[in-house]
């Protein structure tokens, strides 16, 4: 499959520390790590990526909004933002765009204020627990249905 806009892989507040932040919890690989590992995966279903993290609630709200123009759809590990953002929330029903929710933790077998999220509202799905490898599920069920929405496509055009 290839498609010419890229996946908005997008992380937020802490996502920077992985590595060295509760490595029980996140796992020993760095963001870096992360990165490399999804840019692979990315290339082997053909699509190119878009990776980017800041501590900044703006900042992942402004990247929502310029991927709806820009992506072909947003991987958002949204960090603790997550659990208490309209405003991300709110960007990615305007983005127009399918959203998969990323954790490295499985967040519903950690304090219960983890098991609300407002990225789920604006997603079409969840991945969660898996470590890295949540990163490369979600980027695999994001490339089905980019696939089938441009073969949506074609079929009207
Ligand atoms: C990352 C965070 O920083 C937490 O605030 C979330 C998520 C879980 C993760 O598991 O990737 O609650």
Not at 91 to 109: D, G, K, Q, T
Not at 142 to 156: D, G, M, N, W
Request: glycine residues 8%; proline residues 3%.
């Amino acid at each position: 499959m290839t498609t010419a806009r890229p996946v908005y892989v997008l992380n937020g507040p802490n996502l920077n520390m992985l590595g060295l932040r509760e490595p029980e919890i996140y796992g020993r690989d760095t963001l870096g790590d992360v990165e490399a590992q999804v840019r692979a995966k990315a290339g082997i279903l053909g699509l190119t990526v878009e990776f980017r993290q800041s501590n900044h609630e703006g900042d992942l709200v402004t990247w929502i909004q310029e991927a709806r123009t820009k992506a072909c759809g947003i991987l958002l590990n949204a960090g603790a933002l997550t659990h208490t953002s309209v405003a991300i929330l709110d960007a990615l029903n305007a983005a127009e765009l399918p959203a998969i929710e990323v954790h490295l933790s499985n967040v519903f077998r950690r304090e219960s204020f983890r098991h609300h999220s407002y990225v789920s509202l604006g997603s079409v799905g969840v991945v969660c627990g898996f470590g890295v490898d949540s990163y490369l599920l979600a980027l695999d069920g994001l490339a089905r249905i980019v696939a089938r929405q441009s073969a949506a496509h074609k079929a009207t055009a």
